[in-house]
């Protein structure tokens, strides 16, 4: 019986069919009412991009792919007429990719698991309107909620049924770009692994879709566990299998600063792959938005060097500059963040080694801050007890940019900060949805790429949100000294 509640769970989180994962909370994409974002598109001009796009080709394709690539994840969002949780709107991410296109953008990456589960389907009205040879289309294989207890037929059951929900949703007979999505994640990640993929066949049947011509470029994105992308690359030398491109998560923050334990620096990950010639697909430039919301201080530094330059502009120069980069991926959900990426790379700066260094101290300054490594991916959601779980952390990491989180009641801004903190935490997350109403569970875990303990997280959080309402922060301490 226990199992086949696991498989009904898995088809909502698989999108096997439109009606499936209507109204499940999963990955991604950006409410039109999140006024936090909002916020920060006003540090955006309209000004229209001046020049031409740049563009990569990919040695194993011939494809000509824009350096900038439309990340699907984060799209605007409307309550469901139905009742059922929430829809792209539709109207909106036609014109933002049509606005795409016109500028010379040509590389759209989706996934069944964003956007509650529809944004395959929003893509595919989107990009229907255009001619399927004017793009390049991505997508994945995201199975990584597949049952534990599923058999290794069932696992390729579900993950067939996905990838042909993908073609559907999407509107096409062949997909540009197939990814094995965020491998190296889980407790027993090698484990994890095979159950996914090898074990099952799942990986076999997609060489085999390559064969077919249904997979143009077959590759996979990887978080985590650097043994299991060494483990990847191995099978590539060996001839087992080929990886046409590879997607990693690379910023300059992450170049030799990622966080322990949880993510591999990018300076390895892009060099094992360029070294091999595999195209590199880049994730996650801006950090989930971190490198575009940076501390005052921090955002002084790079003013002074060029005042006309956004945070954002100097992550996506950074994120392109290395030749073997083929495409960056944001998920642009507002017009003004389409339009500061467009001038970026229309065209391209490649950065100066003075430029690169520059960027290495500042990512030591940032660095300095304990911001907790959320990306607002939304990957640990719907949490089955209630919690918003990114909205929690994000609220955390604003009042960290901003100078709100205070140490001890004796502070010089102590109360500033805690009206700060606590007022904007009521705002911004629902009390029925805030930190105390976790209960340890660990489901959360496993889901998140960026490996955070977010039990543990959460236990600090309402800790500090108490003492902040008791008015006896920093007591502890001081008791203890």
């Not at 998920?331 to 700066?349: A, F, I, Q």
């Not at 790429?449 to 920093?474: K, W």
Request: charged fraction near 25%; aromatic fraction near 10%.
């Amino acid at each position: 019986m226990s199992k086949e509640i696991n498989r009904r769970d898995f088809l909502k989180t698989l999108g096997a069919s439109t009606a499936a994962v209507a109204g499940v909370s999963l990955a991604g994409c950006t409410n039109v009412k999140d006024t936090m974002a909002q916020e920060n598109a006003k540090a955006y001009t309209d000004a229209e991009p001046s020049g031409e796009m740049t563009y990569r080709v990919n040695p194993n394709s011939n494809d000509k792919v824009s350096i900038l690539g439309y990340g699907c994840m984060r799209w605007p969002m409307i309550d469901n007429p139905d009742g059922q949780g929430q829809i792209p709107d539709q109207e909106q991410v036609n014109e933002l990719v049509d606005y795409a296109f016109a500028h010379g953008i040509n590389y759209f990456d989706t996934a069944p698991v964003y956007c509650q589960g529809h944004s395959e389907h929003a893509m595919g009205i989107a990009l229907s309107r255009h001619p399927r040879d004017s793009y390049f289309l991505a997508t994945k294989m995201s199975n990584q909620r597949v049952p534990a207890d599923a058999t290794p037929e069932e696992v390729f059951r579900l993950s067939k049924a996905m990838y042909e929900n993908s073609l559907k949703e999407l509107q096409t007979d062949y997909l540009d770009y197939y990814l094995l999505h965020s491998i190296g994640g889980g407790d027993d990640s090698m484990a994890f692994l095979n159950h996914r993929f090898f074990d099952s066949g799942v990986l076999d049947f997609m060489v085999e879709q390559k064969r077919l011509g249904k997979v143009r470029n077959l590759g996979f994105s990887f978080h985590g566990d650097v043994k299991i992308f060494d483990y990847m690359l191995q099978l590539h030398d060996e001839g087992k299998y080929h990886w046409d491109f590879v997607q990693i998560q690379m910023n300059y923050v992450d170049w030799e600063h990622a966080a322990p334990g949880r993510n591999v620096n990018g300076v390895y990950l892009y060099n094992e792959l360029h070294k091999r010639g595999i195209p590199v697909v880049i994730m996650e430039p801006l950090l989930g938005g971190r490198l575009s919301n940076l501390p005052d201080h921090v955002l002084a530094v790079l003013k002074q060097r060029d005042p006309e330059a956004t945070a954002a502009s100097w992550a996506f120069r950074f994120a392109g500059s290395p030749e073997g980069v083929l495409c960056v991926l944001s998920g642009m959900t507002y017009k003004e963040h389409l339009l500061d990426n467009l001038r970026t790379y229309s065209p391209l700066k490649v950065l100066t080694d003075d430029e690169n260094k520059f960027l290495e101290d500042a990512a030591g300054l940032i660095h300095k801050y304990p911001l907790i490594e959320c990306n607002d991916c939304k990957y640990c959601m719907p949490c089955k007890y209630g919690l918003d779980i990114p909205g929690i952390l994000l609220h955390y990491n604003k009042c960290v940019n901003q100078g709100n989180l205070a140490e001890s009641t004796t502070d010089s801004n102590y109360e500033r900060a805690r009206k700060i903190f606590l007022v904007g935490y009521d705002r911004s997350v629902p009390k029925l949805r805030q930190a105390d109403h976790c209960i340890g569970c660990r489901d959360c875990v496993q889901e998140c790429p960026q490996r955070i303990d977010i039990p543990s997280e959460m236990q600090r959080i309402n800790a500090y949100v108490e003492a902040l309402r008791q008015g006896t922060l920093g007591q502890e301490t001081e008791e203890k000294a």
